[in-house]
Protein backbone atom coordinates (compact mmCIF):
# COMPACT_ATOMS: atom_id res chain seq x y z
CA UNK A 1 0.00 0.00 0.00
CA UNK A 2 1.46 3.52 -1.16
CA UNK A 3 -0.91 5.90 0.78
CA UNK A 4 -1.88 6.39 4.58
CA UNK A 5 -5.77 5.88 5.09
CA UNK A 6 -7.30 8.53 7.43
CA UNK A 7 -9.78 6.23 9.81
CA UNK A 8 -12.31 7.06 12.20
CA UNK A 9 -13.41 5.82 15.25
CA UNK A 10 -16.73 5.68 17.80
CA UNK A 11 -16.09 5.48 21.53
CA UNK A 12 -18.90 4.91 23.26
CA UNK A 13 -19.15 4.09 26.91
CA UNK A 14 -23.06 3.98 28.85
CA UNK A 15 -24.00 2.19 31.75
CA UNK A 16 -20.54 0.87 32.38
CA UNK A 17 -19.97 -1.07 29.48
CA UNK A 18 -18.63 0.35 25.91
CA UNK A 19 -19.42 -0.26 22.51
CA UNK A 20 -16.87 -2.55 20.44
CA UNK A 21 -16.57 -4.61 17.18
CA UNK A 22 -14.69 -8.32 16.98
CA UNK A 23 -13.06 -8.91 14.28
CA UNK A 24 -10.70 -11.16 12.62
CA UNK A 25 -7.15 -10.60 12.49
CA UNK A 26 -5.98 -8.50 10.03
CA UNK A 27 -2.71 -10.58 9.51
CA UNK A 28 -4.06 -14.55 10.44
CA UNK A 29 -0.45 -15.67 9.18
CA UNK A 30 1.21 -13.28 12.12
CA UNK A 31 1.48 -15.48 15.02
CA UNK A 32 1.96 -12.81 17.29
CA UNK A 33 -2.18 -11.47 16.58
CA UNK A 34 -4.41 -13.00 18.26
CA UNK A 35 -7.03 -14.91 16.21
CA UNK A 36 -9.77 -11.55 16.62
CA UNK A 37 -9.37 -8.67 18.44
CA UNK A 38 -11.91 -5.96 19.57
CA UNK A 39 -11.97 -2.53 18.33
CA UNK A 40 -13.65 0.58 18.41
CA UNK A 41 -16.50 0.63 15.54
CA UNK A 42 -15.09 2.72 12.42
CA UNK A 43 -12.97 2.52 9.40
CA UNK A 44 -11.95 4.58 6.55
CA UNK A 45 -13.36 8.01 5.91
CA UNK A 46 -14.21 8.31 1.69
CA UNK A 47 -13.60 10.82 -0.36
CA UNK A 48 -15.59 13.81 -0.16
CA UNK A 49 -17.71 12.48 3.13
CA UNK A 50 -16.70 14.76 6.66
CA UNK A 51 -15.29 12.86 9.70
CA UNK A 52 -18.88 13.21 11.42
CA UNK A 53 -20.40 11.48 7.99
CA UNK A 54 -18.22 8.69 8.30
CA UNK A 55 -18.18 8.20 11.64
CA UNK A 56 -22.01 7.44 12.02
CA UNK A 57 -22.12 5.67 8.27
CA UNK A 58 -19.86 3.44 10.00
CA UNK A 59 -21.35 2.96 12.89
CA UNK A 60 -24.33 2.01 10.93
CA UNK A 61 -22.75 -0.46 8.85
CA UNK A 62 -20.98 -2.29 11.72
CA UNK A 63 -23.15 -2.05 14.43
CA UNK A 64 -27.23 -0.54 13.14
CA UNK A 65 -26.59 1.96 15.55
CA UNK A 66 -27.53 5.35 15.26
CA UNK A 67 -24.97 8.27 16.85
CA UNK A 68 -24.61 11.56 17.57
CA UNK A 69 -20.73 12.62 17.20
CA UNK A 70 -18.94 15.00 19.80
CA UNK A 71 -15.20 15.90 20.28
CA UNK A 72 -12.06 14.72 19.15
CA UNK A 73 -10.57 12.24 22.01
CA UNK A 74 -7.30 10.56 20.65
CA UNK A 75 -5.00 10.40 17.70
CA UNK A 76 -3.58 7.04 16.64
CA UNK A 77 -0.80 6.32 14.24
CA UNK A 78 -1.23 2.64 13.22
CA UNK A 79 1.88 0.46 11.08
CA UNK A 80 1.90 -3.21 10.03
CA UNK A 81 4.24 -4.46 10.16
CA UNK A 82 5.00 -2.32 13.44
CA UNK A 83 8.43 0.23 13.31
CA UNK A 84 11.35 -1.62 13.62
CA UNK A 85 10.34 -4.44 11.46
CA UNK A 86 11.64 -4.69 7.72
CA UNK A 87 9.48 -2.69 5.54
CA UNK A 88 7.63 -1.25 8.51
CA UNK A 89 4.17 -0.13 7.25
CA UNK A 90 4.41 -1.78 3.97
CA UNK A 91 0.93 -3.70 4.75
CA UNK A 92 -0.82 -0.86 6.57
CA UNK A 93 -0.23 2.52 7.17
CA UNK A 94 -3.37 4.69 8.71
CA UNK A 95 -4.07 7.50 11.00
CA UNK A 96 -7.46 6.95 13.30
CA UNK A 97 -8.91 9.66 14.76
CA UNK A 98 -11.32 8.50 17.71
CA UNK A 99 -14.28 10.29 18.49
CA UNK A 100 -16.45 10.44 21.64
CA UNK A 101 -19.81 9.62 20.30
CA UNK A 102 -23.30 8.59 21.95
CA UNK A 103 -25.95 5.95 20.47
CA UNK A 104 -29.20 7.73 19.50
CA UNK A 105 -31.07 4.96 17.81
CA UNK A 106 -31.31 2.02 15.77
CA UNK A 107 -31.28 -1.60 16.24
CA UNK A 108 -28.09 -3.86 17.36
CA UNK A 109 -27.12 -6.14 14.80
CA UNK A 110 -23.41 -7.77 13.38
CA UNK A 111 -22.96 -5.69 10.45
CA UNK A 112 -20.95 -6.03 7.72
CA UNK A 113 -17.77 -4.34 5.72
CA UNK A 114 -18.98 -3.55 2.57
CA UNK A 115 -15.09 -3.65 1.17
CA UNK A 116 -15.17 -7.42 1.64
CA UNK A 117 -17.79 -10.25 -0.06
CA UNK A 118 -20.73 -11.91 2.31
CA UNK A 119 -18.00 -15.49 2.70
CA UNK A 120 -14.71 -12.98 3.77
CA UNK A 121 -16.59 -10.78 6.53
CA UNK A 122 -14.46 -9.84 9.05
CA UNK A 123 -16.60 -9.04 11.74
CA UNK A 124 -17.69 -11.39 13.84
CA UNK A 125 -19.97 -9.74 16.73
CA UNK A 126 -20.49 -6.64 18.09
CA UNK A 127 -21.16 -5.89 21.98
CA UNK A 128 -21.60 -3.84 25.03
CA UNK A 129 -18.71 -5.01 27.13
CA UNK A 130 -18.14 -4.40 30.44
CA UNK A 131 -15.91 -2.18 31.54
CA UNK A 132 -14.18 -4.33 34.26
CA UNK A 133 -14.03 -7.57 31.92
CA UNK A 134 -11.97 -5.30 29.01
CA UNK A 135 -8.67 -6.92 30.38
CA UNK A 136 -10.39 -10.46 29.45
CA UNK A 137 -10.43 -9.51 25.80
CA UNK A 138 -8.02 -8.78 23.15
CA UNK A 139 -8.47 -5.00 22.51
CA UNK A 140 -6.76 -3.22 19.16
CA UNK A 141 -4.85 -0.74 19.15
CA UNK A 142 -2.93 -1.66 22.35
CA UNK A 143 -3.29 1.18 24.63
CA UNK A 144 -7.30 1.09 23.82
CA UNK A 145 -8.14 -1.26 27.49
CA UNK A 146 -5.98 1.70 29.01
CA UNK A 147 -7.28 4.78 27.48
CA UNK A 148 -10.74 3.84 28.31
CA UNK A 149 -10.50 2.68 31.64
CA UNK A 150 -8.37 6.24 32.61
CA UNK A 151 -11.34 8.38 31.51
CA UNK A 152 -14.35 8.92 33.98
CA UNK A 153 -17.17 8.16 31.09
CA UNK A 154 -19.26 11.31 32.29
CA UNK A 155 -15.86 13.46 31.47
CA UNK A 156 -15.59 11.87 27.99
CA UNK A 157 -16.47 14.96 26.05
CA UNK A 158 -14.35 17.06 27.97
CA UNK A 159 -10.85 15.19 27.24
CA UNK A 160 -7.94 16.90 26.33
CA UNK A 161 -7.02 14.69 22.16
CA UNK A 162 -4.50 13.02 22.87
CA UNK A 163 -1.98 11.92 20.38
CA UNK A 164 -0.42 7.70 20.17
CA UNK A 165 1.98 6.99 17.91
CA UNK A 166 2.58 3.90 16.47
CA UNK A 167 5.57 2.67 18.68
CA UNK A 168 2.54 2.64 21.60
Known sequence: MSQ???????????????????HKSFAPEDPALPV??????????ERGETLDEAVKREMMEETGLKCSVGPLLFV?????????VIEQGSIHHSVSLGFCCSVT?????NGKDPEYPDDQQVILRVSWIPLAELDAHDLYPPFLADYILAQPAEGL???????FSALQ
Do not use: N
Request: hydrophobic share 50%; with cysteine; proline share 10%.
Open 76 to 84: KELLYPFPG
Open 4 to 22: VRLRVSALCIRDAQVLLVE
Open 105 to 109: GGEMI
Open 157 to 163: PDAVPEF
Open 36 to 45: SYWILPGGVV
